[in-house]
Every structure is written in C-alpha cells, then in structure tokens.
T-cell receptor
Framework: DGGITQSPKYLFRKEGQNVTLSCEQN?????MYWYRQDPGQGLRLIYY???????QKGDIAEGYSVSREKKESFPLTVTSAQKNPTAFYLC???????????????FGDGTRLSIL | DAKTTQPPSMDCAEGRAANLPCNHS???????VYWYRQIHSQGPQYIIH???NNETNEMASLIITEDRKSSTLILPHATLRDTAVYYC????????FGAGTRLTVKP
C-alpha cells in the first residue's frame, strides 16, 4: 500500500545528543513536511521541501536540520541546540505546491521523542 | 493565511449526524478549506476539502456558506470510532493547525 512511514515510533534521547527521525513515502509526492505537536496543541511547521535538494524553514526551525537527497526520503535531525525537544513529530507529503496547491497533505503516524 | 475558529469540544450520539462548525471570516479567494481528524497518538487523517462548492465523499460532507466565511463538516452517521480531534484549516501553502474540536461520540 502507498503511504508514509515514520520510524521509530518512540525515541529516547540523552541531553546533548543529536537524533535523526526517519520519514519515507512511496506516494511519488514531490513535497514533504515536518511538524511538531506538543500536548493539547495543534501542529507547527518545522521544515518543508518542495523538490529534491531544496528545503525551506518553517515557523520553528531553530535546533532542527533536514536533508532531501532522494524524493522519497526527508529525514529530520533534532540537534542538541533544540532545548525542548520532547514532542510528537509528524511527517507529511503532498503533490508539489504551487502547481496543485489545493492538494491535501497526507501524514505518517508520527515519532514520539522523549528526553532521558 | 486565514485563521479558523472552532468550538473546543462537542458530543454526538452514536448513529446521529455530527455537525462540526468552523468560522474562517478572513478567508481569501484562493484559500481552500480542509478538514482533518486526529485520533490519539496517530497522525492527522485527511477527510475532505473544498473551495466554494459543497463537497461529499465516502467519509463526510463539507458545506461552505456562500460568503465562504464559515463551513460545516457533517459526519452523517457517527460511530464510536469517529471520536477524535477535528481540525478545520484554510491554507494556500502551509498547513496551520489550531487546537481543533474534540468530538466525543457516545453510545
């Protein structure tokens, strides 16, 4: 089945460590996104990418980094500079924006990151 | 991007229609209305979207007022599995999720 796969489902990090969250999609979507969700709140955009080898900062990019070397993959690294990384992280993808900007985003099932 | 206003919570009896309202009074002409829902500890699930005409799919119906300043998501026969947080979003590019409406379907 086509979809978005995030791994791992749960992740624990020691303070001072960088961790990388995986996001893979087989929907042939051009655009991919990373969001952060804190308890009881909506989603906030961290980074997004509309095409391979290109990405833009969202509203809360500080302390995070991404890469987009392949169309189907958009990993997110939570660096030690992110002072409050405990959250639920969601990856999404869609048909390329700007051309079909009315197309919805489709989400993975998320990774829950906790600090030890 | 336009902002949306939704009630924080609603209840619905199982088997009845659930009507979830959303106000988006500052929506602009090229912004679509999207609805998603999120069940605890899962990613948001896309339900439906529209621009100005009413839309229907296998999950729900979307009614958009003529002035486009508000909309209603209708789940025609709510089941216990429809209990979730429902988000109404208007956007041109990025998805901006607010707090949504927590719908509880009761037996």
């Amino acid at each position: 089945d086509g979809g978005i796969t995030q791994s791992p489902k749960y992740l624990f990090r020691k303070e001072g460590q960088n961790v990388t969250l995986s996001c893979e999609q087989n929907l042939n979507h051009d655009a991919m996104y990373w969001y952060r969700q804190d308890p009881g709140q909506g989603l906030r955009l961290i980074y997004y990418s509309q095409i391979v080898n290109d990405f833009q900062k969202g509203d809360i990019a500080e302390g995070y980094s991404v890469s987009r070397e392949k169309k189907e993959s958009f990993p997110l690294t939570v660096t030690s500079a992110q002072k409050n990384p405990t959250a639920f992280y969601l990856c999404a993808s869609s048909i390329k924006q700007g051309v079909y900007s009315n197309q919805p985003q489709h989400f993975g099932d998320g990774t829950r990151l906790s600090i030890l | 991007d336009a902002k949306t206003t939704q009630p924080p919570s609603m209840d619905c009896a199982e088997g009845r229609a659930a009507n979830l309202p959303c106000n988006h009074s500052t929506i602009s002409g090229n912004e679509y209305v999207y609805w998603y829902r999120q069940i605890h500890s899962q990613g948001p699930q896309y339900i439906i979207h529209g621009l100005k005409n009413n839309e229907t799919n296998e999950m729900a119906s979307l009614i958009i007022t003529e002035d486009r300043k508000s909309s209603t998501l209708i789940l025609p026969h709510a089941t216990l599995r429809d209990t979730a947080v429902y988000y109404c979003i208007v956007r041109v590019r990025d998805m901006r999720f607010g707090a949504g409406t927590r719908l509880t379907v009761k037996p």
